[in-house]
């Protein structure tokens, strides 16, 4: 007996979502249980990099769940060898941490920039992160977002983070004390709203975290694997920090995620870290499969200049509607709207078969597949278009 009434009402109410059900995916599109056909700007939060269901994760986990799921934490394997052993060689890091979620690798480096601390700094503990920085949603990670809905939930938090402001190089320096052991940001802040740190102050912080011996740390949960036309963010730069996180993109739809460090940073000993599923067999031999693709220079240009052509065509739609500027870089890209009409544009495209991102309630977030399509992205503005034209002409009526 349970007291649910609906299948709906047995699941813990966290969001608001549509009432579909989705039961297929493919590529750029996902179907619900209608047989509705939609086109997917989402992708699962940009987790999604080489579309839904793409055959070369699904046979790897095919293959390898026949194989092994799991032998123990405790034992090597041979997938998750492999895939450490590639994003090493195509990193500036030369030691990983597997985890579960983008939080859970966030998670690992406070743990392992609170570690440098007190092997390295006397005990240095604090971290200075940015006012609109999101790192996840357990407890730490909250308590290091800069997101403003947090700050009055689940107190007391996490101590030990100040907050500084992105691009302000000054507002940095101003919080460093004998305390603070490391810096961590977004390259890109992305449930801000796509706002980039720009290459200029990521330079500053590489000298000031250096200058001042401390770590710098870089979110690229949402930035990495491709998403921004190179394979990591902080190429773009030419900035080296000492830990990074991956998530989202890494495990092209399931569930993995990675923390990296150099070797001066990986202070890790036995007991510090670890976890049940940390870099199982599975979900590794999927993070393989998607590196083999998206580390490839055909791919990653192919992502460029898809980015500039995306970028291009909102830049025109923003000029016929007279909308604001648009931010990001490569495949997550932002369209300021200057009005608070982001979610109804929303609702407005999934009713059409469209399915956008509202970050904030005056902004739509763009993050595709990576192997997106001309023809998509022009799918896709025909309809953003069309739904801003239908609202432009109800607020001249009104
Ligand atoms: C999504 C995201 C996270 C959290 O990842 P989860 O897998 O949801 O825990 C952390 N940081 C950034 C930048 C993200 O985009």
New binding site residues.
């Given amino acids: 007996m349970t007291n649910a009434t609906h299948p709906y009402d047995a699941l813990m109410d966290i969001t608001a979502r549509p009432k579909a059900v989705f039961v297929r995916g493919a590529g750029s599109y996902l179907w619900d249980d209608s047989r509705k056909r939609y086109l997917d700007f989402v992708q699962g939060?940009a987790v999604n990099c080489l579309g839904h269901s793409p055959p070369a994760v699904a046979d790897a986990l095919s293959a390898q769940s026949r194989r092994l799921l799991t032998p123990s934490p405790a034992f090597y394997n041979e997938p998750s060898l492999k895939l450490a052993q590639a994003l090493v060689e195509t990193s500036c890091f030369d030691r990983v941490f597997f985890a579960n979620?983008?939080?859970?690798a966030?998670e690992g480096a406070i743990k392992l920039a609170r570690k440098f601390g007190s092997v390295h700094k006397g005990g240095a503990f604090e971290i200075i992160t940015f006012a609109g920085g999101?790192?996840?949603?357990t407890l730490a990670?909250m308590s290091a977002s800069g997101k403003k809905a947090f700050e009055p939930l689940f107190e007391p938090k996490v101590s030990g983070f100040k907050r500084a402001t992105l691009n302000d190089i000054a507002s940095v320096e101003a919080l460093v004390t004998a305390n603070t052991v490391a810096v961590m940001l977004?390259p890109i802040q992305?449930?801000a709203g796509v706002w980039p740190a720009t290459d200029k102050f990521l330079q500053e912080l590489r000298a000031l975290t250096k200058a001042h011996g401390l770590l710098l740390v870089f979110?690229e949960?949402?930035t990495g694997m491709g998403r921004t036309g190179k394979l990591f963010h902080y190429e773009h730069a030419g900035v080296a920090p000492d830990i990074m996180t991956l998530?989202?993109g890494i495990g092209g739809g399931v569930p993995l995620?990675a923390l990296l460090a150099t070797e001066h940073a990986s202070c890790f000993e036995h007991g510090d870290q670890g976890g049940t599923f940390n870099g199982n067999p599975v979900m590794c031999a999927a993070g393989l499969a998607v590196l083999e693709e998206v580390g490839k220079p055909e791919f990653l240009k192919a992502v460029t200049d898809a980015g500039l052509l995306l970028e291009s065509e909102l830049q025109k739609v923003s000029a016929r509607h007279g909308l604001g500027e648009v931010r990001g870089r490569g495949l997550l890209l932002a369209l300021d709207l200057k009005l608070p009409i982001a979610p109804a544009i929303v609702a407005q495209a999934f009713q059409e078969g469209v399915l956008l991102n509202a970050p904030q309630v005056d902004t739509l977030r763009f993050m595709p597949a990576l192997n997106v399509t001309r023809e998509e992205i022009a799918e896709m503005i025909d309809c953003l278009d069309a739904i801003l034209t239908k609202a432009g002409a109800a607020r001249r009526v009104a």
């Fill in positions: 939060w979620s983008g939080a859970e966030n999101f790192h996840g949603r990670t977004e992305g449930e979110d949960i949402q998530g989202k995620a």
